[in-house]
Structure formats: structure tokens, C-alpha cells
């Protein structure tokens, strides 16, 4: 598979299931049980994402380095209800300038 | 409600007052300058992660859903091309609440063929929430459609940005790309962590991955963490969230970008 391949494969799963949406009826999507799986689903994945981007390094290692302190001032920021674009920022200037310094 | 009876509900609603129309149009946009603009970092991740200017464009235009946008990119980054099934899986997975937008959505939007097509494609956390925030149906209309094209048009224009910014840097690591990649990924889940069981969720979710990630290869251990919504989720019985409701182009638990 090329990643052109990918991308183009991910794109069009991303509007099926979105026209599902439109398509399906409701009865078949929104039980109980799965709306709470459903809604459920985004966290876990989300919170794995997290995990991989910051602890994981080559090879699938665990290793502590500026990105755990940079998460850390993300943290901070959304503690103090900082802008998405602010805490991205703040996290990459955060493990550059570790970096510069020779940490990390 | 059927298409039909939307539509006869449609027209037989007087039209928007010009006031009233302009609010919801000023809201929609400036809904979709707030979210619209993440594009940006979007754009710079994914360049950083391994991606041609075009990909990265074609996913803003294609798939257009930021937390999968995200999700597909840092995998590809960290797991190369072996890992692009994952990337694709868990994009996907992360698709799936537009899908439930859908539901609402097409009960007061009365749109078929391409239309409906568009529509879909124009479904993500803004234009529903604006939409469903409007008392009257004309407005939930207007709304829907201006916040999609609001959001479609400056998510698109400043992931061609951010892409252009990040061709221009040098290592991504020395700039601490990676690391504004982790922060993303913990100020999209942040807002879904309200809740006990999205904090249960997200704890084992952690707890797999980091065991899964020395022993799997690269994405792989992110579908496993999947397992954490369903061992939750059928484990808590009688407790789920209301209704949708958005007041101001926000839902319960949505992600900051689109």
C-alpha cells in the first residue's frame, strides 16, 4: 500500500460513515448500550494516541523525554482553559527548547 | 421526521427575518474561524510526519474531521506505511460520532442526491452543533450550512498554510513537532473527560497502550486500547449522555477542531 493509497482509503471510509449517518436508520445506530460505547470510543483512542506520542519512542520503547515535560505544560494550559492553538505551540516551543539545551 | 413533512415544515415557515438571518450567519463563521484556523498545526504535523503538501491536503478536503485528521497522521509518522492499516482503522474509528450527527442532522436538513452528499461530508461536531442550537428550522438550516462552509473553507486554507510552514522547517524534532503532536492528542481528549467513566475509559485505555506498545508493532496498540470503551462502556449500565445540545457551536464532549 502506498500512502497515497492510505490516504485516499481513510478519506472515503470518513464519508461513508458520515453519509451512514443519512442512510441507516436511527434504530440500527442508537441503542443504549452502543451510543455508550460509541461515545466511549473517542476517549480510549484518544488517550492511547497520547500515550504513543509521548512515551513511545523508535521501536515502540518506552522512553521519558522533553515530550512528557512539553504534556505537562499542555496540561497546565488546559487547566487554565488556554486556546487549541496556544497549547500546541506552547508544547512544541516547551521540547524544542529542551532540546536546544540538551535535554531530551 | 420524513423529508416530505420537512420540507412542507420548511415552507410553510415564514422566512428569516434579515436580522435573525444575519446572527446565525455571524455565528456560523465565527465558529468556524475559532475551529477553521487549527488547520494550521494540522497542515505542519502532518508535513512533519511524512506527508507531501497534497496529502495533507487531500485528507482537509477528503476526509475533513480533525481528530481522525490528527490520528492518521501521527500514526503514519511514528508506524511508516506497515502501520497504515492501523492509521486507517483508527481514523475511521474516531469518524463514527459524524456519522451519529448524521441522525440529528438529516431530520431537519430535508436534503437528497448530491445534495445529501454534501451535506454528509459537511457533518462534523460545528455545523451540527450550530445547526441544532437554532429554534427554527430555517435557521437550523442556514446555520448547518454556513458553519460547514465556514469551517470546510479555513480549515482547508490553513492546512494548505501549516503544510507550506512546515515544508520550510527544518528537523521536526528540533522544533518540537512531536511533542505539539502528544499535546494535540491531550487537548482533544481533555473535553471529553467530564464524565467518570471517560476518565475510567481513558486510564485503561493509557494502561494498554503502554503494555501493548513494546510487544506490537506501531498502531497496532491503539486499536487494542479500543477494548477500553467496550469493557467500560458495557459495564456501566443506565448511565449515558442526554440529548445533544449546543448552545454555541459546542457539543458534550466534542473536539475543539472539527
New interface residues.
Given amino acids: 500500500m502506498t500512502l497515497w493509497v492510505a490516504v485516499i482509503v481513510a478519506s472515503v471510509a470518513s464519508l461513508l460513515i458520515k453519509l451512514a449517518g443519512y442512510l441507516v436508520p436511527e434504530s440500527l445506530l442508537a441503542g443504549e448500550r452502543t451510543s455508550r460505547v460509541t461515545t466511549l470510543l473517542p476517549v480510549a483512542l484518544l488517550a492511547a494516541l497520547v500515550v504513543v506520542q509521548t512515551v513511545v519512542g523508535p521501536g515502540g520503547s518506552i522512553v521519558l523525554d522533553a515530550r512528557i515535560v512539553a504534556v505537562g505544560v499542555a496540561v497546565v494550559l488546559l487547566l487554565l482553559r488556554a486556546n487549541f492553538l496556544v497549547i500546541v505551540l506552547a508544547a512544541g516551543a516547551t521540547a524544542a527548547l529542551l532540546r536546544a539545551i540538551g535535554w531530551g | 421526521m420524513s423529508e416530505a413533512a420537512s420540507d412542507a415544515a420548511a415552507a410553510s415557515e415564514p422566512a428569516l427575518p434579515v436580522d435573525r438571518r444575519r446572527e446565525v450567519v455571524r455565528q456560523a463563521w465565527s465558529v468556524g474561524i475559532a ?1 477553521g ?2 488547520g ?2 494540522f497542515g505542519a504535523l502532518a508535513v512533519a510526519a ?2 507531501s503538501l497534497w ?1 495533507a491536503q ?2 482537509s478536503v ?4 480533525g ?2 485528521q ?3 497522521v ?3 509518522g ?1 508506524g511508516g ?1 506497515g502501520a ?2 492501523a ?2 482503522a ?14 440529528q ?2 431530520q431537519f436538513l430535508g ?1 437528497s442526491g448530491v445534495r ?2 454534501v ?3 459537511l ?1 462534523i461536531d460545528e455545523s451540527t452543533a450550530v445547526g441544532i442550537a437554532q429554534p427554527e428550522l430555517r435557521a437550523q438550516r442556514l446555520g448547518f450550512w454556513q458553519t460547514g462552509l465556514a469551517v470546510f473553507v479555513l480549515w482547508n486554507a490553513s492546512t494548505l498554510a501549516g503544510a507550506l510552514l512546515g515544508n520550510a522547517f527544518g528537523d521536526p ?18 473535553p ?2 467530564r464524565r467518570r ?2 476518565t475510567a ?6 494502561f ?3 503494555v501493548a ?6 498502531g497496532v ?2 486499536i ?7 469493557v ?3 459495564r ?2 443506565g ?3 442526554g440529548p445533544l445540545e449546543g448552545a454555541d457551536g459546542t457539543l458534550p ?1 466534542s473536539d ?2 472539527p
Fill in positions: 475551529s484556523t487549527y494550521i498545526s511524512g506527508l496529502q487531500l485528507l477528503l476526509m475533513f474531521t481528530g481522525s490528527f490520528a492518521f501521527s500514526i503514519v511514528t506505511l497504515a492499516p492509521a486507517i483508527t481514523a475511521s474509528m474516531l469518524g463514527i460520532r459524524n456519522g451519529l450527527y448524521g441522525l442532522t438529516s436534503v445529501r452528499i451535506a454528509a461530508q457533518t524534532r528540533t522544533l518540537g513537532l512531536d511533542a505539539a503532536a502528544a499535546a494535540a492528542f491531550v487537548a482533544l481528549l481533555w471529553r473527560l467513566d471517560a475509559t481513558a486510564v485503561l485505555a493509557m494498554i497502550a503502554l506498545s513494546p510487544l506490537l508493532p506501531a496498540p491503539v487494542l486500547a479500543a477494548a477500553a470503551a467496550l467500560v462502556g458495557l456501566h449500565p448511565r449515558h449522555e464532549g475543539p477542531t
